[in-house]
């Protein structure tokens, strides 16, 4: 094998960027109903709990299986500037959990929005706006974090769209039927060229309900976090406290049941069984350098490979004379490697055949290294 080397400079050298997006669907059934009930539980075998119980793991396959594929996790909090609220309806209501629930609230809220001018966690904004101290804010979230496997660098903004059964249980005599008797459909829909880009953890869009302009969350694009304000249950979508969520649901309404009266993996059982479809586009990221390498008329016409010399002289494949210029010389490339300053090999591309190089041709061959 002849080896030959040339220096690259910057001329011989661009860079590129390229967005790979993949649909990702994720249906209602594989949430909630595809899998046996575990024993003694009312979860399927592909929702896994954990002993601390502030969230709740969906796979595509039963968790314990080694084919299982972590899709989400769904939480769900309120702001500690509404715990004085419940301990007022303690005494009609159980609450349950209180601490946690402030502590996931104020951890996603950290993460997410950040602190304020006086170093207090700003709470999650309806309308992304923290110029000031006013507007809407969602005090009671529902957390939808995406595993990384799905989302990959980030969600294609203005591609979400999560179809959630908002009907209230008891109101209906098909219980089977009736979490999805009233559908929502909310999306993220002109965040294309109107998300946000004043959150610690990158870009947002405001998820709205289909048709309405009310603003029911937000959805984080590189964190891969959806955030919903539990008024979607009711209305006024736009209501900062939910009385789903601090008082409880209508009786007998398990498909809802209660942020403060019940554990968080009950509440999360009871959103997924409202999980109709999530669906969106992930995006890959896919950065390049791209070299020319450049062989002129008068380079790498020869080879340093014994079988190129016959008693010290070029040997020229089918040549029937010693002109030269009759029977120019030749090699033919295979391979172009990368090489460090130092002269360390870095990466080797490969041709798909053998290029003919003589003096009468030139090649500029195009290597991409992706990283």
Do not use: W
Request: overall charge neutral; charged content about 15%; proline content about 3%.
């Amino acid at each position: 094998m002849a080896i030959s080397f040339k220096t690259l400079t910057q001329k011989d050298r661009t860079q590129s960027r390229t967005l790979l997006h993949e649909s990702i669907p994720i249906t209602g059934t594989l949430v909630s109903g595809t899998y046996n009930l575990q024993s003694n539980l009312l979860r399927e075998d592909n929702i896994k709990t954990f002993s601390h119980g502030m969230f709740q793991s969906v796979y595509d396959y039963p968790y314990a299986s080694s084919s299982a594929n972590h899709i989400f996790d769904i939480s769900a909090g309120f702001s500690s500037s509404h715990t004085g609220s419940l301990s007022a309806s303690a005494a009609t209501n159980t609450v349950s959990q209180v601490a946690k629930k402030v502590n996931i609230y104020n951890q996603m809220a950290q993460v997410l929005c950040g602190y304020d001018t006086n170093s207090t966690v700003r709470p999650f904004d309806a309308d992304g706006d923290l110029s000031g101290d006013g507007g809407i804010k969602h005090a009671n979230a529902i957390f939808l974090n995406f595993s990384r496997l799905l989302v990959k660098d980030e969600i294609k903004k203005g591609s979400f769209s999560l179809e959630l059964g908002t009907s209230s249980i008891s109101n209906h005599t098909n219980q089977s039927l009736a979490p999805f008797i009233g559908v929502k459909t909310i999306t993220d829909v002109g965040s294309l060229t109107s998300y946000k880009v004043n959150s610690p953890a990158g870009e947002y869009g405001i998820l709205k309900e289909n048709g309405t302009n009310l603003n029911v969350g937000l959805i984080y694009y590189q964190a891969g976090i959806a955030v919903l304000t539990s008024s979607v249950f009711n209305s006024g979508a736009n209501n900062s406290v939910h009385t789903l969520m601090t008082t409880g649901a209508a009786a007998g309404d398990s498909a809802i049941g209660m942020l403060t009266g019940s554990t968080i993996d009950v509440f999360a059982d009871a959103i997924r069984k409202r999980i109709k479809n999530v669906s969106f586009n992930n995006t890959t990221e896919l950065n390049s350098s791209i070299f020319f390498c450049r062989a002129n008329h008068d380079e790498f016409n020869y080879s340093s490979n014994p079988t190129y010399l016959t008693g010290s002289k070029i040997r020229v494949k089918a040549g029937t004379s010693g002109n030269e210029a009759l029977n120019p010389p030749s090699a033919y490339v295979t391979s172009v490697g990368l090489y460090s300053p130092d002269n360390k090999l870095l990466a080797v591309a490969k041709l798909s055949e053998p290029l003919r190089k003589d003096p009468t041709n030139e090649l500029t061959l195009r290597v991409r290294l992706d990283y």
